[in-house]
């Protein structure tokens, strides 16, 4: 036997406390400093090394041997 569900899902707005609620974080989120980025075109090899970018071999070198 298939038995079919109709549900009614009741869209309710949002309470005055929810709304000033939304409000205050995003006017604190505004208020909060930005984080420095990192550069890694600027990075050296050795650094971009120890922060886990590279995977602990040296560069590979353009040679004459072709």
């Known amino acids: 036997m298939d038995y079919q569900a109709i549900e009614k899902y009741e869209i309710r707005s ?16 505004r208020l909060r400093p930005s984080y420095p980025r ?4 600027i990075m050296s090899d050795y650094m971009k090394r120890d922060m ?7 560069p ?7």
């Open 60 to 66: 590979h070198r353009d040679t004459d041997v072709t």
């Open 14 to 29: 949002p309470s005055w406390f929810e709304r000033t609620w939304f409000s205050l974080r995003r006017g604190l989120a």
């Open 52 to 58: 886990g970018f590279l995977d602990g071999r040296d």
């Open 38 to 41: 990192i550069d890694l075109e």
